[in-house]
């Protein structure tokens, strides 16, 4: 589970945090805070809860099965 948990934080830094660069900008979009955000930047041990994961999903406009579908677990 730890592995799988990596995965996804990684995927979200580099195919949504990353793109726009902006740490605050990105929060507002994802409803999320923005310690949250410098935490999936910065933190190879940060355990995203599934909350922070549908609200970046709604934020990204897609479906919780689209984002595991492409994450790819």
């Not at 949504?16 to 930047?41: L, M």
């Not at 549908?54 to 479906?63: A, D, H, P």
């Amino acid at each position: 589970m730890i592995e799988e948990n990596k995965i996804i934080v990684k995927y979200i830094k580099e195919n949504y945090a990353d793109p726009i660069n902006n740490n605050s900008k990105f929060a507002k979009e994802c409803n999320i805070d923005e310690k949250t955000v410098r935490q999936i930047r910065s933190d190879n041990e940060y355990k995203i809860g599934l909350s922070t994961i549908i609200k970046i999903c709604k934020g990204n406009g897609i479906t919780l099965a689209e984002f595991f579908s492409n994450v790819g677990i």
